[in-house]
Nanobody, 120 residues
Framework: QLQLVESGGGSVQAGGSLRLSCTVP????????MGWFRQAPGKEREWIARIGSGGTTTAADSVKGRFAISKDNANNILWLQMNSLKVEDTAMYYC??????????????WGQGTQVTVSS
């Protein structure tokens, strides 16, 4: 089954930290790009970070310096370490993967999401 599975969401106070994980099916583990998106209520889905097969990472300006993406190739797990969380980081967070050309358009493979709520 080509379903990614996120976990690690929850409620935290502003300034706190959370680490999200995404288990990637072996059949998708060699895709060129993996990454994280988020969607807040009433807003469009927003890309926030990606990592290439060689380990190169890129992050959106809104999270740069606070969030870090990484992956465990041996166990097919994608991570998102989120520090210095802000109320505006509240959203449903999704992991996704595809070849990098498609990833930059819109990935075809997604998880179901994990909710992150940051309170003041």
């Amino acid at each position: 089954q080509l379903q990614l599975v996120e976990s690690g969401g929850g409620s935290v106070q502003a300034g706190g930290s959370l680490r999200l994980s995404c288990t990637v099916p072996p059949a998708l583990s060699r895709m060129g790009c993996m990454g994280w998106f988020r969607q807040a209520p009433g807003k469009e889905r927003e890309w926030i970070a990606r990592i290439g097969s060689g380990g190169t990472t890129t992050a959106a300006d809104s999270v740069k310096g606070r969030f870090a993406i990484s992956k465990d190739n041996a166990n097919n797990i994608l991570w998102l370490q989120m520090n210095s969380l802000k109320v505006e980081d509240t959203a449903m967070y999704y992991c996704a993967t595809d070849n990098c050309i498609q990833f930059l358009r819109r990935p075809n493979y997604w998880g179901q999401g994990t909710q992150v709520t940051v309170s003041s």
